[in-house]
């Protein structure tokens, strides 16, 4: 779930349905049932990982103009401790905390756990999202219909940019353009990656999609779609829908999306059946779940591309999925339980960030001992905040995924 209980619900029309509100603020309407003909719902219980293809075996067939895969057995061969790019050596270490309640974004200092500053932006503040050239970070202020840029080398924001409901924000991985996750509106609408201007958009019949990832070779992204129950596949060079699949006969609520090391299965959590699926991206079917916890949420890999940290917002729990083994092996619980929600690793790998959606703070993890070391107060619903900056050599979007 994404937006507070407390937002005033909106009537619009997409351009292919016309969606119903819930008192939480978002679209929301029972499943469906419905897939396209290429797929098929999922009751699978084991978790046996798909065998690699050659359709999305890192590099090949890639998208022109996407930077070259540095390791084909590793998309996130980029990320190791502190390997920062030269554009972003230069930037002081902070957290941007967007505040979905308050309308601000607290910045922390991470070597001091203190809130460093607070500044005001647009309505309903839902992530903070590095660009694709690692230069800027853009709050995505949904109701705000805008886009508040922060500049990573003084911490400060600039002038709101008009976006219309940009509920999350993705770039394609050649970097051409970013994708505005108009959840509302039913839309990924794909616009110039520095001017914001619309190119186009395409209609998804989709209620609350919500995050996405890339294939190895970007030529196509799966996306989650949250009040229908089902995972969208879309090809990123023609923008059309390629298909979708309804998850556990539409009971589920699926959440964050990643795909693992290897580029050849993608995670999707699901909050509802509390764990994640295994989905084979490119045959487009999944195979398999692995239970986490209950209100499996956010995912986020390890800097040595071993573990996958997800975050259980309604257990109070981070859950460890050894890549390796496709299984849990370890879980992390909050004393006194809390709410993690979206996050990111720290830049040497040592920690993990995660807002605590429910709580007003920010809950910042040992990653070498799963010790909770701090609880930081910030303002009201806490979401997707961005920890900055972090190795890679460009961003795919959301919170902060690197290649």
Known sequence: ???????????????????????????????????????KSSSATSTPAPSPTTATAAGANALPGMPPVLDPNDIYAADRPNQLSPVIKGFPARVYVPNTLSNTVDVIDPATYQVIDEFPVGRLPQHVVPSWDL??????????????????????PGANIPVEDPYNMYFTPDGKYAIVVAERLQRLDFRDAHTFALVQSVPV??????HIDFSANGRYLIASCEFSGKVLKLDVATRTVLGTILLNGGNAKPQDVKLDPTGHVFYIADMIRGGLYTVDGDVFRVTGFIPTGSGAHGLYVSRDSKVLYVTNRNAGTISLLDFATNSVVSTWVIPGGGSPDMGGVSADGTQLWVSGRSNGVVYVFDTRTGALLHRIPVGSGPHGLAVYPQPGRYSLGHTGIFR
Do not use: E, F, W
């Open 135 to 156: 230069k800027t970070l853009y709050v995505t202020n949904d109701q705000g219909n805008s886009l508040t840029p922060i500049d990573p080398a003084t911490g400060k």
């Open 205 to 210: 019949v989709c209620k609350g999609i919500d």
């Open 1 to 39: 779930m994404r937006r507070s209980h407390l937002v005033t619900c909106l009537a619009l029309v997409c351009a292919t349905a016309l969606g119903a509100c819930s008192s939480s603020g978002k679209h929301s309407a029972p499943p469906t049932g419905s897939t396209t003909p290429a797929t």
